[in-house]
């Protein structure tokens, strides 16, 4: 794969350098046709700025190697490319004002006025893009981590210039602004040192009188799917005592934390078991 990767970046760096050393050529073939003045010698260093810059995003993506090998795709790689992407906007803009004999140092003088509305007007959409810039190089969030996003938690699944791509328990795939990720506070479960889950219920006041209790109950119960949780990482805490209801926290650690599957039996399990428990006790009542 990375023999591909090589060989497609050396043949953009070739064309590059034969669109460098026939510049002469080119121009002579071309005077003869009809054609807009700025526009073939424009083209022609737009095509050596592309091929340079898809032969550089080609070599970096072949010789980076991310930290998590298990990833396909790495933020940095997305970073790369969301960069390129940029250039090659850029570029497409100075091949359209070419078509008008305009140079980008003219645009930039005579449509200053135009180009501050245009900004205006897109202000939302750049801040987005810079903002998505950010995410994938600095790292806050990776593809495949386990977060929550404000109410909404899930893995990420792609990171683009626009939005954060996020798979929740439902198997929902949720569009989030990346103005709004970069604006909210964001609990990374994948980057804790002990990816605990959590599951959080609440028990009728009376009926439970010793937590120890319950937590030996919820971990007897749950048999042979023990073998998917790490030994003594079982924790039952008390979150808040109200009026009539206590909020608990159940806590365990998976063998494979990422395991989404394994997390659903063992929550599965432990709801109905909650369920069923809850429902003898106040029947003993």
């Given at each position: 794969m990375k023999l591909i990767t090589y060989s497609k970046a050396l043949l953009f760096g070739a064309i590059a350098v034969?669109?460098?050393?026939?510049?002469?050529?080119?121009?002579?073939?071309?005077?003869?046709?009809?054609?807009?003045?700025?526009?073939?010698?424009?083209?022609?260093?737009v095509m050596i700025a592309y091929c340079v810059i898809e032969a550089a995003r080609l070599i970096i993506i072949a010789t980076y190697r991310p930290a998590n090998q298990k990833l396909k795709r790495d933020n940095f790689i997305i970073g790369v490319s969301h960069l390129a992407?940029?250039?090659?906007g850029m570029l497409a803009i100075v091949l359209v004002l070419s078509l008008f004999n305009i140079t980008v140092k003219e645009a930039i003088t005579t449509l200053s006025l135009i180009a501050a509305a245009i900004v205006l007007i897109t202000k939302d959409y750049?801040?987005?893009?810079?903002?998505?810039?950010?995410?994938?190089?600095?790292?806050?969030?990776?593809?495949?981590?386990?977060?929550?996003?404000?109410n909404h938690k899930g893995r990420i699944?792609?990171?683009?210039?626009?939005?954060?791509?996020?798979?929740n328990d439902d198997d929902d795939i949720i569009y989030i602004p990346n103005n709004?990720?970069?604006?909210?506070?964001?609990?990374?479960?994948?980057?804790?040192?002990l990816k605990k889950s959590?599951?959080?219920?609440?028990?009728?006041?009376?009926?439970?009188?010793?937590?120890?209790?319950l937590q030996q109950e919820i971990i007897v119960s749950l048999g042979e799917l023990n073998d998917?949780?790490?030994?003594?990482?079982?924790?039952?805490?008390?979150q808040s005592l109200k009026f009539q209801f206590t909020h608990f926290k159940f806590?365990?650690?998976?063998?494979?934390?990422?395991?989404?599957?394994?997390?659903?039996?063992?929550?599965?399990?432990?709801?109905?078991?909650?369920?069923k428990l809850t429902y003898e006790l106040s029947e003993k009542e």
């Open positions: 034969l669109l460098f050393y026939t510049h002469n050529q080119l121009i002579a073939f071309f005077s003869q046709f009809t054609l807009p003045e700025k526009l073939v010698p424009t083209a022609q260093r992407k940029v250039l090659y750049i801040s987005n893009l810079i903002n998505g810039m950010y995410l994938t190089f600095a790292k806050v969030i990776n593809v495949g981590d386990q977060v929550q996003i404000e699944l792609d990171i683009t210039l626009t939005n954060v791509h996020l798979l709004k990720v970069f604006s909210s506070e964001i609990i990374n479960y994948t980057r804790r040192e959590n599951l959080e219920f609440e028990i009728e006041n009376g009926l439970i009188k010793d937590a120890d209790w998917l949780i790490q030994p003594d990482t079982h924790n039952l805490k008390v806590q365990y650690v998976l063998r494979d934390p990422l395991n989404k599957d394994d997390d659903r039996k063992v929550r599965r399990h432990v709801i109905r078991f909650i369920l």
